[in-house]
């Protein structure tokens, strides 16, 4: 996996997904079709000055069309800022299920 960039807000996630469309050498008309999504859309949340935002449906359409995953690192410096802030909360494992109330298979308890 090549490294694209990095993302700690919004606009840094637009960014690079305006630049890999770049890379790509391909218009938003192609992202909406190869993503699935209505005309126009990728035009209106990839814009320098976006109408409509990344939804839970455009936000994984986009990134598949563009060939992209998003992989969460830890950022020391950012927890070392906020460390004395954090507050510990009660181990009773509800935080672990998903909204469905389903455990996830893939977390380990």
Same mark, same amino acid.
């Given at each position: 996996?090549?490294?694209?960039?990095?993302?700690?807000?919004?606009?840094?996630?637009?960014?690079?997904?305006?630049?890999?469309?770049?890379?790509?050498?391909?218009?938003?008309?192609?992202?909406?079709?190869?993503?699935?999504?209505?005309?126009?859309?990728?035009?209106?949340? @990839? %814009? *320098?000055?976006?109408? !409509? =935002?990344?939804? $839970?449906?455009?936000?994984?359409?986009? &990134?598949?069309?563009? /060939?992209?995953?998003?992989?969460?690192?830890?950022?020391?410096?950012? @927890? %070392? *800022?906020?460390?004395? !802030? =954090?507050?510990? $909360?009660?181990?009773?494992?509800?935080? &672990?299920?998903?909204? /469905?109330?389903?455990?996830?298979?893939?977390?380990?308890?």
């Amino acid at each position: 996996m090549r490294e694209l960039g990095t993302v700690r807000s919004y606009s840094e996630l637009i960014q690079i997904l305006r630049r890999r469309c770049d890379q790509l050498d391909v218009s938003f008309a192609t992202i909406d079709s190869v993503g699935g999504l209505c005309e126009n859309y990728s035009s209106k949340v @990839l %814009a *320098r000055h976006p109408c !409509r =935002l990344l939804g $839970r449906v455009s936000f994984s359409a986009v &990134l598949g069309a563009l /060939g992209v995953v998003l992989i969460a690192v830890e950022d020391p410096e950012q @927890l %070392a *800022r906020v460390k004395s !802030r =954090l507050v510990k $909360r009660k181990k009773n494992g509800r935080h &672990l299920e998903p909204a /469905g109330g389903e455990p996830a298979a893939d977390i380990v308890r």
